[in-house]
């Protein structure tokens, strides 16, 4: 199993203040407390009805959308397919959970209570009717991107009244979160960096909401600590794995291409958001490595130079097949192509800590004002992301130093860098809350690995290493192999 031990205290970054006592620790968790607290709802009406800009061109984008509308009628499925078997129906799931969360968001700022009871009409069918998720190796994604995604719709309306809350825990329990914790430990039984960087994040996305909405301490601190130390691609320091003096820090999908590293960043903005609002700040973690990364894609996305650390690894089967990749480049980019991704991280950075982003204010006034899934085209990667953080994300800057989300003043001295030009002692505490394709060098053996790396629409492609990468040296990730019997004997 995952390691858990320490995880649940979420250390800061290096010169960080100290976090007050987070909710895990306290033994209960806030609710509504995944991507939105009931503070960040309040501001949303608040300023919604006040006509403020940019919340006003926020919530005209999700009122806009055909999957906010009130009349929405739920598909239910009992068994749910994505990448093989039959049929491919894993689109009526994610469609009717964007229905689901932005009926939810929307009832929250209008106060209709109709799109409320939508929400509820929508999470209720799904729970009395979905039995399991199947299909190729694509089946790990559908649970990690629609297991976080129907957990935080599900908690908009947690407290409704007809809302059958205990059936929905147990659906999150049994159908989403044991394939995103399976995945984490085995990795469909490839070496453990066969899978990109988002397979990892996705499913991590999927352990931390599903723990905190069944208020499972155990299952949160196992997500906290794979953040942290985790031998896959998903864990900070194998997603990021080199820091530049010029405080850009390399995220490793940015050698594949450019839809997937910016899924990839806004999963990881996601996770730390989550955590976030529990008291766990994992923004700050490793001396603000995210911010790092997330500047270094969002100058790449823009359309500007980046340095690249070449890299090999192998990928394949444990005791099976076997290849090798170079990636020797960042992937080239289309300055047009966006995700609703920025204005998440943009406000944590700018407005929570008073940090100057550079490219992360640039990148997210590019992409304002951010719709949701129907607003990016109609497959399943318009669909990854919730959505919507011109409305939901964007905040006042914080005033006074605080104890809790403050890196110190404004960060330590090489997060200042990463952010740009100055910083600003702005802090929220605990908020609310108390590409190269080389060819791979074994195609033949590949067709016996069943569905390792399979993906149904191409949108993925299985990779890489041994069993963990633990660093870059000489341009070369070296590899480690997994402690089998230590995991097992966890």
């Not at 204005?343 to 100057?356: C, E, P, V």
């Amino acid at each position: 199993m995952l390691k858990a031990a320490g995880a649940a205290a979420g250390a800061v970054g290096i010169g960080a203040a100290v976090l007050p006592t987070p909710a895990v620790a306290a033994g209960a968790y806030a609710h509504p407390g995944l991507l939105h607290t009931g503070a960040d709802l309040g501001r949303m009406a608040a300023k919604v009805k006040a006509g403020a800009a940019p919340y006003t061109a926020g919530f005209a984008k999700l009122t806009a959308n055909r999957h906010a509308q009130s009349g929405w009628a739920a598909n239910p499925q009992e068994i749910v397919y994505r990448g093989a078997g039959s049929p491919q129906n894993y689109r009526t799931l994610y469609n009717d959970i964007h229905a689901a969360y932005q009926n939810a968001l929307r009832h929250h700022v209008s106060g209709d209570s109709a799109h409320a009871d939508t929400a509820v009409a929508i999470l209720n069918a799904w729970s009395a009717k979905l039995t399991s998720l199947q299909g190729s190796a694509d089946r790990f994604l559908a649970a990690g991107l629609y297991g976080y995604q129907i957990a935080n719709a599900a908690e908009l309306v947690r407290d409704h009244p007809d809302f059958e809350l205990g059936r929905f825990q147990e659906m999150l329990s049994t159908v989403f979160a044991p394939p995103s914790d399976s995945f984490l430990a085995e990795h469909n039984g490839a070496v453990v960096s066969n899978y990109w960087t988002n397979w990892d994040l996705a499913a991590m996305c999927c352990v931390l909401a599903s723990g905190i909405f069944c208020d499972d301490k155990a299952q949160v601190a196992r997500a906290v600590e794979y953040f942290k130390h985790g031998e896959g691609l998903g864990s900070i320091k194998n997603a990021i794995p080199v820091v530049h003096d010029d405080g850009l820090a390399e995220w490793l999908e940015s050698g594949r291409d450019q839809g997937h590293a910016l899924l990839g960043v806004g999963l990881m903005g996601t996770f730390c958001e989550m955590a976030w609002n529990q008291g766990i700040d994992l923004y700050g973690y490793d001396d603000s490595r995210f911010l790092k990364g997330a500047q270094y894609v969002a100058k790449w996305a823009l359309g500007g130079e980046v340095p690249f650390t070449a890299n090999t690894r192998r990928k394949g089967a444990i005791n099976g097949w076997s290849g090798s990749e170079t990636v020797t480049q960042a992937a080239p980019v289309d300055p047009a192509m966006t995700r609703p991704i920025w204005a998440m991280i943009a406000n944590h950075y700018t407005k929570r800590r008073g940090l100057s982003a550079t490219y992360l204010t640039q990148i997210a006034a590019k992409s304002a004002p951010e719709g949701g899934g129907g607003d990016y085209g109609p497959n399943s990667g318009g669909y990854d992301q919730l959505g919507f953080g011109t409305l939901a994300f964007t905040r006042d800057k914080a005033t006074g130093t605080g104890t809790g989300g403050s890196s110190g003043p404004a960060a330590s001295a090489s997060a200042s860098a990463a952010a740009g030009s100055g910083s600003g002692s702005g802090s929220d505490p605990r908020p609310q809350t108390g590409g190269s394709t080389a060819s791979p060098s074994a195609s033949a053996a590949s067709s016996s690995a069943g569905d390792l790396a399979a993906t149904g629409s191409n949108d993925i492609v299985g990779w890489t290493a041994a069993t963990g990468i633990t660093a870059l040296a000489g341009g070369l990730l070296l590899l480690r192999r997994r402690d089998r019997a230590r995991r097992e004997s966890q």
